[in-house]
């Protein structure tokens, strides 16, 4: 079947600008994840969100960021007013259940905010 | 919090030959998952293996295998017979087995780049 996908694959936007960010997961994944990877690091978790639950917003790194997910499918990740410093692979991630320790990746949005 | 640690951010191979990546990790938590995973230039995020930390026996996937030192806490990933394919960058990554909310995520070390030379 289809792995998790992300669009857009790659992204430049101008300093100050909003950007959106979108990610299927897997059918049927109740779970879904969303990191940031930063040049030459691990993976930063932001956000994680399971069902019709609230999310855990835990990672996110400020409040120009927020997410959003319709019941168990399509999640988008917005980050108003952008600036250098988030520039990074934003990837989503998605698992059948939280309790399934295994996640499955997409291939990422690469972001560059000039 | 938990932290992962990778030492090594770059190693070498020769293709058919073995290699080892260090990992290791710090935890009060006495139950736990440990994953290896690969990501090659297209981006990708690919599990190579998985542990659970209590299981004492190490696990394996075809040429892959771990050497899991809970007391230790080393979580190392030998790659046997090395071939051109497993170049890529490999990340070492914890998660708790606790339930709830942010513990479910994955904390990842930093990477170590591995080059496979023909």
Same mark, same amino acid.
């Given at each position: 079947?289809?792995?998790v996908?992300?669009?857009?694959s790659n992204?430049?936007?101008?300093?100050?600008?909003?950007?959106?960010?979108?990610?299927?997961p897997? &059918? #049927?994944?109740?779970?879904?994840?969303?990191y940031?990877? *930063?040049? +030459?690091?691990?993976?930063?978790? !932001?956000?994680y969100?399971?069902?019709?639950?609230?999310?855990?917003? &835990? #990672?996110?790194p400020?409040?120009?960021?927020?997410?959003? *997910?319709? +019941?168990?499918s399509?999640?988008? !990740?917005?980050?108003?007013?952008?600036?250098?410093?988030?520039?990074a692979?934003?990837?989503?991630?998605?698992?059948?259940?939280?309790?399934?320790?295994t996640?499955?990746?997409?291939?990422?949005?690469?972001l560059?905010?000039? | 919090?938990?932290?992962?640690?990778?030492?090594?951010?770059?190693?070498?191979?020769?293709?058919?030959?073995?290699?080892?990546?260090?990992?290791?990790?710090?935890?009060?938590?006495?139950?736990?998952?440990?994953?290896?995973?690969?990501?090659p230039?297209?981006?990708?995020m690919?599990?190579?293996?998985?542990?659970?930390?209590?299981?004492?026996?190490?696990?394996?996937?075809?040429?892959f295998?771990v050497?899991?030192?809970?007391?230790?806490?080393?979580?190392?990933?030998?790659?046997s017979?090395?071939?051109?394919?497993d170049?890529?960058?490999?990340?070492?990554?914890?998660?708790?087995?606790?339930?709830?909310?942010?513990n479910?995520?994955?904390t990842?070390?930093?990477?170590?780049?591995?080059?496979?030379?023909?």
């Amino acid at each position: 079947g289809a792995g998790v996908s992300q669009s857009p694959s790659n992204k430049v936007t101008e300093k100050g600008k909003d950007v959106e960010l979108r990610c299927d997961p897997i &059918s #049927g994944h109740t779970a879904l994840y969303w990191y940031r990877q *930063r040049l +030459g690091q691990g993976l930063e978790f !932001l956000i994680y969100f399971q069902g019709n639950s609230a999310p855990d917003k &835990s #990672g996110l790194p400020s409040d120009r960021f927020s997410a959003e *997910r319709t +019941g168990e499918s399509v999640s988008t !990740l917005t980050i108003q007013r952008t600036q250098q410093e988030d520039s990074a692979v934003y990837l989503c991630a998605s698992s059948p259940t939280p309790r399934k320790e295994t996640q499955y990746f997409g291939p990422g949005t690469r972001l560059l905010v000039l | 919090a938990q932290t992962v640690t990778q030492s090594q951010p770059e190693m070498s191979v020769q293709e058919a030959e073995t290699v080892t990546l260090s990992c290791t990790y710090d935890t009060s938590e006495s139950d736990y998952y440990l994953f290896w995973y690969k990501q090659p230039p297209s981006r990708q995020m690919i599990l190579v293996i998985r542990q659970e930390a209590y299981k004492q026996q190490n696990a394996t996937e075809n040429r892959f295998s771990v050497n899991f030192q809970k007391a230790a806490k080393s979580f190392s990933l030998k790659i046997s017979d090395s071939q051109l394919g497993d170049a890529a960058m490999y990340f070492c990554a914890y998660r708790s087995a606790i339930s709830g909310g942010s513990n479910y995520k994955l904390t990842f070390g930093k990477g170590t780049l591995l080059t496979v030379n023909p």
